[in-house]
């Protein structure tokens, strides 16, 4: 087998830990960046370096794994929704941002969130007294910004779609 050309990746074995490494290159905002896989076995190192460069060439570039939720709120906030919709929209997605998210869920890194933060974040607010009504805004607040992140290429999918939020209970109609 001959040598891999530039930017093809390869596959060594690491010589303390025994694991087997991939590496290969991807463009980023800031140039080129080294990304690295590791596995037990060969074949589970080549099928995860397969998919990374499929992605890789597909356009999808996870390069901002070091940013966390609350870091990507506020670029959210102030490069995607300032001056795009009406200033009670923002006031009130600024605050759910800043007084519930923030606090909550603002240190994790943005691409190790899971639905299961989700859904304990919202069961925290329900068992702290808010109305179902008012989590399932913090909830449309916190999908419209995953949906933004997901389009900027910033995470490879939304999980607040796969949770649900509470629901608010129906009004009773009185007569």
Not at 122 to 134: H, I, K, N, T, V
Request: aromatic share 6%; net charge positive.
């Amino acid at each position: 087998m001959g040598r891999r050309g530039n930017g093809e990746g390869s596959i060594t074995q690491h010589k303390k830990s025994g694991l087997y490494m991939a590496r290969y290159t991807v463009q980023t905002s800031k140039g080129p960046k080294r990304k690295t896989i590791y596995g037990k076995t060969r074949q589970e190192v080549a099928e995860k370096l397969t998919k990374a460069m499929a992605e890789r060439d597909g356009g999808l570039v996870f390069d901002d794994e070091n940013m966390s939720v609350g870091e990507y709120l506020n670029s959210w906030l102030n490069g995607s929704i300032r001056g795009c919709v009406r200033q009670s929209t923002f006031d009130r997605y600024e605050i759910a941002v800043r007084v519930h998210i923030k606090p909550a869920l603002g240190r994790l890194k943005l691409k190790k969130l899971t639905p299961a933060h989700l859904v304990g974040f919202y069961q925290d607010r329900l068992a702290a007294g808010f109305a179902p009504a008012s989590v399932n805004k913090l909830h449309v607040t916190l999908h419209k910004a995953l949906d933004q992140a997901v389009k900027w290429h910033m995470i490879p999918s939304n999980v607040a779609e796969v949770v649900k939020a509470p629901r608010p209970a129906p009004r009773e109609i009185v007569r």
